[in-house]
């Protein structure tokens, strides 16, 4: 559903063309410095900023409307609140009938028999991601000193991510994405396998992210194809520093405190604006349909901002779990 | 932590050398004929029969010790346990301080602070698999007619999967592998986004599998390297099926009623019977370890009843949640 | 926490004196007919509009942020928001040292390090119900033909309950008073035990209201000193009917199909303007505080309608479960 | 469900009459040292051993088959388990179409569609809270030194509790009875509300045991029949101590340090030997049941171990979270 967390639980709503967008977080430690511009600078990498992203041009800005009194966190729940302004629903209301390939159109219209707010996506936005990222740059701060990172390091199978994006405007086409993610200062013993294992927790998150196909931690796939010799990580040191980092940084579902290391892929942005075939439901037919609109030639350009939000939320849960985070942030 | 669904939920304990591995189901309907004969096929499956996996013998057969009256599932908890009997604990004695590389040694000894038990691997064992197996049955019984099929279909990178473990005994070495899993006549309409896409939900479960280091669904990987012309699917029909499959069944995180398909990289397995470096926490040296004990030179062979079990279980909770299984089974 | 049921989920978050108060509904079937006038009956009954509560004036009419689209509830995550318009905060500032008697002072104080927002109790004030009042009124649209009705049957211990609340008015100080809830055509088979009975779900939310010192079904306290040939309800036909209704309509924590009756006990309101003694924590002294501010001298008048809230969410969670309300609504 | 806690989760299974009783620990810390002893005081005192509770004798002695080694809890799941012996189920077939007035027979035949264990009550058997005092004797240990103490204070009416015992015996009816708890040494600061209020929590579990029809806090009932100038517990010092403890030491759903003091009334047993009248599901004709069966006259007599047990864990879970217990305890 749209909760997610144990300790530190993070609740989603909003429409891409609603009111807003906005995320509720419950379990934040009291006293933990907080206020609007410490957003500012991750909400500006999920931004469409260059080219290559959508057009559409919002502020970002979140309201604090609750949990935060004189700059600090007082331990009631956090409401952040990102109001639409830049809104152009008639672009959305084709998709109703005409459902575009690779999106949610259809699923969505089935699954609650056609009450869904279609417009912009509606709650199958990419903009969902706004509450995501808000919500990682609380995390960030309460999980210090462990350092998250995530860069695309790939588009459209190249590494010259700018050529592959610049070729896919031109074509009115997209590319998808590969994005690398890296945790430094890890402290031992995070994650509660069985289920609640680290790759699952963050498995869970970040395949919630829109358009994400794809997760692998350490060596990931390439490890299926190695030897036992090859890759296993041999213990240096007293502290369980490895040789080679093939686990990921995770054993038996639990961090060993090397980096935690996971790569994810993006697929291309479904909607392009190049003539697609689909169905029509209103004449029973399958037709040509051009989907006019703003859209991300490559919306992984945005991601690792999300992907980082998304390890940072994990992170928060788990240490607090583990009481390496307190209750209560000292003045 | 141990338990995993919001509807048809399970709870695994148990350890490998202990009393034996057990798993908890509560929200079973009430009213599904179940017997022991049931799990026989799948257990079987999931057992060492075969050259390059462990030598260890037990019966693995489950004791339905709750939850059924006259061959039917009551609607209360099902327990059902394993009784372990093919025990050599002497031989993981040196791992308490020696930690093994790549197994949960080091972490286990962190997190519990040297109290977890560490005969066979205790709770951090591939045999707590065995509930999730035995859970995985009871599943596909009430998802009916969804049909999951997982195979191997690679073994340390090659298609001939015999002779890559072959090679693997003869080295005393080991090897991962990939598995995939197709999941056939899927309802529309499953899944609870944001958080709780079909995705998030099966990377949950199977990110808890010992071993598994990657998942892809549909195109996965590849997606990040293909073009939104090329990757997006083609509608044909009013039910939603599509020219190609690259987003594996799947779009906005609910399943848009074509096959869901997934694979899962399995890492080699981490006990391996040549000498490894490592640290011994006792004399605060590095020093070489030889792993006797029995192993699987490619666990791999045994994971794809797992994967389908995991599939089935969360298939089971999606669809009591979306009212597609009733609470009572007629008889 | 901030959270509470499995299918149809409420989120509440807010302050008294910050920026408003709201609730956050996930799990509402899609269709819904909804709308703002849907709610202002519920909330002027929660409203402070007669002799013996407090002089507060706020509009109370909630804006809908997402979840619904034309009239009709969506099926992705309802958010309703409050505005606080007229604050006093002033009358507050004092309480941060001085902790009030019977009140949140002293507890949220150490709790949260001094951090919470003490402005009108901030999330501890009653004003928090509103959320559940806002919530409740979906609940009820979608747990239709059951009925709930609750009201003051006694205050102060008496029935005549405008004389003990003008009483308490003159002198000053304030009455607890009893709720006596009933509920109507319920199908028999909600509740899921063992600890999710259908006592145990109206128990959890209903002293998660503030001032609720009290809970019984049926008979209650009564059935204590009763023995179990007057107490046991006799069987009179198969729907269930029985003769007497000491169970309050519920068995094993499942609902029989009578009428499910509950008494609920409130305190009277702790803010007096009598003089009373207490601690001051900065100057380290017992003294002598005058609460001025604006309170209800029985602000167990305005409690029923929550308590039919409370009842309504969690028969809405249960209906779902028991798949007695549909996923979708049909227009 | 049957699952109950957010840190330290409990799961319960089994049946009366089935191969035993169950429950299932998730979230023990590590090294708690614990034996199969440590369960007999706790568990001798829910067993009917003196006049007025049924007759069946079981050794009651619990087998821990995961999450010990070496007498101290390794941080796995804890599961602990008791066979039955003294089993006679002939006595119970007939409840199957004559369902006992006040029993679950009725309800439990309708919910899960006449599948349910009808055998000694099934999973309604008073039986399943042999589990509840179980896992209260572990979470006992991990809260010290808060220490909880309950006890039958009156009986039908009487607080000669044995006279009002011997009556009912004697025309063989049964009485209910209510029951006192007291905890002293809690810290200041448990709870979470606003869902999860202590209150909340302790009434979710105890209104789980059955036969429990109410609970009040504090002053309780009494309280909505008081002034707030008489109710209201007056601050004496910086710890929170008041002079009286009216509130039963909670303030705003959390603890304020003082005692938490609570009442819970217990119905009379269902079960007498006196003749009632009732619904013959198969005849479709009223009439006349004799029960046989072996019953408590008085079972609240063995409940105020089981309310021990349910503060006790309600505890053990809040101060976890709070971090007032660690996650592993020293050697």
Redesign the interface.
């Known amino acids: 559903?749209?909760?997610?967390g144990?300790?530190f639980?993070l609740?989603?709503?909003?429409?891409s063309h609603?009111?807003?967008i906005?995320v509720?977080i419950?379990?934040c430690p009291?006293?933990v410095p907080l206020n609007e511009e410490d957003f500012l600078a991750d909400l500006a990498r999920r931004k469409p900023a260059v080219q290559g992203t959508t057009s559409r041009r919002e502020p970002d800005r979140p309201?604090i409307?609750?949990?935060l009194?004189e700059s600090?966190?007082?331990?009631?729940?956090?409401?952040l609140?990102f109001k639409n302004t830049d809104i152009q629903s008639a672009d959305y209301d084709l998709f109703r009938d005409i459902?575009r390939?690779?999106?949610?159109d259809?699923?969505?219209r089935?699954?609650?028999?056609g009450?869904?707010?279609n417009?912009g996506s509606?709650?199958?936005s990419g903009r969902?991601t706004l509450g995501l990222v808000a919500a990682g740059v609380v995390a960030k701060k309460i999980i210090r000193p462990v350092a998250i990172q995530a860069e695309l390091v790939?588009a459209?199978?190249e590494t010259d991510i700018e050529r592959a994006v610049d070729r896919?405007v031109k074509?009115g086409?997209?590319?998808?994405?590969?994005i690398l993610c890296r945790i430094d200062s890890v402290p031992?013993?995070l994650?509660?396998?069985?289920?609640?294992?680290v790759?699952?927790?963050?498995?869970?998150?970040?395949?919630?992210i829109?358009a994400?196909?794809?997760?692998?931690?350490?060596?990931?796939?390439e490890?299926?194809?190695?030897?036992?010799?090859d890759?296993?990580?041999?213990?240096?040191?007293?502290d369980?520093k490895?040789e080679t980092n093939?686990?990921?940084g995770?054993?038996?579902?639990?961090?060993?405190g090397n980096p935690i290391v996971f790569r994810v892929?993006?697929?291309?942005?479904?909607?392009?604006s190049?003539p697609?075939?689909?169905?029509n439901?209103k004449s029973?037919r399958?037709e040509q349909l051009v989907i006019k609109g703003r859209h991300d030639a490559c919306l992984?350009l945005r991601v690792p901002v999300i992907i980082e939000a998304a390890a940072a939320l994990v992170l928060a849960d788990l240490m607090l779990?583990?009481?390496k985070i307190?209750?209560?942030f000292?003045a």
Chains 1, 2, 3, 4 share one sequence.
């Open positions: 559903m749209n909760s997610f144990r300790l639980r609740s989603i709503f909003g429409e609603g009111a807003g906005g509720l419950d379990g009291a006293g309201e409307l609750s949990g009194y600090r966190t007082t331990g009631a729940p956090l409401q609140f459902p390939p690779g999106h949610a259809f699923t969505s089935s699954k609650f028999g009450f869904s707010d417009r509606g709650h199958f969902m790939e459209g199978g896919a074509e086409d997209s590319v998808g994405g590969m031992v013993g994650g509660e396998p069985f289920f609640d294992s790759e699952s927790l963050v498995a869970h998150l970040i395949f919630s829109p994400v196909v794809g997760l692998e931690f350490g060596a990931g796939f490890a299926a194809r190695m030897s036992g010799k890759c296993n990580d041999l213990i240096l040191s007293a369980g490895t093939h686990s990921g995770i054993n038996g579902g639990i961090s060993n892929a993006v697929k291309p942005t479904s909607s392009i190049r697609q075939n689909t169905y439901f029973g399958r992984a779990l583990e009481q307190p209750r209560i000292q």
